[in-house]
């Protein structure tokens, strides 16, 4: 984005999502609704995206007024969703609903919300030896979410005792989690063990999709380049092979795969 554009996304994030006295920011806004805010519970990766865009930014531009925005919102993030349970930091999905006081079966968390890549950016602008466990932990987690046949982890994980898919979600690997792989890869670990078994886990006749964990049964199939990417990144991580040419062309569809393509 042009420092423009950057500016005008900024000034509606500010303006409609930043509207919390804690510093986060709603997760749901609904152009067809009145009010438009539909959910003031906040997401803690978009949180943490908003900060790491900003810092990014700040950088780029010698915009401080930027880099000060994401200090406020990692130090937020530090205060508000940054916890610890049996000895782990976690990171909670959101302030609300997801706490061991909050639910029978929590904590739960959700395994695609650690940007491995943003956690040093926020430990730069918010100092603490937390984030570093978050990131650690956040690994050590994800080997030990090895459910159904495939071996992959849930959406939503319950850590209320051994890890296991969290009560009232579907049981399944969906569109949060296709982003796991890619977000260890940008965040630089490569350990090959848990890359494979991921990659092998949610991809059926190798393309992406949806997994039922119970079953192991495949329930879409994601087609698109932007899914596919995330196969060629783990590919290209493990045994170096090659990104293949139709992983550079970027023809912008459906906005999910898009980023996700963007990303790779």
């Given at each position: 984005?042009?420092p423009?554009?950057?500016e ?14 804690d ?20 997401a ?30 990692a130090q ?28 029978e ?26 984030w ?16 159904g ?54 991809s ?31 590919a ?22 898009s ?6």
């Amino acid at each position: 984005a042009s420092p423009a554009d950057f500016e005008q996304i900024w000034y509606f994030t500010r303006t409609e999502l930043l509207l919390r006295d804690d510093g986060l920011a709603v997760w749901k806004w609904d152009p067809n609704v009145k009010p438009h805010v539909a959910d003031t519970n906040n997401a803690t990766d978009g949180d943490m995206l908003i900060a790491y865009a900003l810092a990014l930014a700040g950088t780029a531009w010698k915009r401080e007024d930027y880099i000060l925005a994401a200090s406020r919102m990692a130090q937020a993030l530090l205060a508000e969703t940054v916890g610890s349970s049996q000895g782990r930091t976690l990171l909670m999905p959101g302030t609300e609903g997801f706490t061991g006081s909050d639910r029978e079966d929590g904590p739960v968390v959700n395994p695609s919300y650690w940007i491995y890549e943003a956690i040093p950016v926020m430990a730069a602008l918010a100092p603490s030896d937390a984030w570093q466990k978050l990131s650690d932990d956040g690994v050590e987690l994800l080997k030990t979410m090895q459910f159904g046949p495939r071996k992959l982890p849930a959406e939503w994980v319950s850590l209320h005792d051994k890890p296991r898919p969290a009560e009232g979600f579907d049981a399944e690997f969906s569109y949060n989690a296709i982003r796991i792989p890619l977000y260890l890869a940008r965040g630089g670990i490569t350990d090959k063990a848990l890359l494979t078994r991921l990659q092998k886990g949610m991809s059926q006749d190798g393309v992406p999709a949806t997994i039922d964990l119970t079953t192991g049964r495949p329930k879409t199939v994601l087609s698109d380049p932007g899914y596919q990417i995330v196969n060629d990144v783990v590919a290209c991580v493990v045994d170096g092979t090659k990104l293949p040419s139709s992983a550079l062309q970027f023809a912008p569809a459906l906005y999910y795969p898009s980023t996700l393509q963007l990303l790779g």
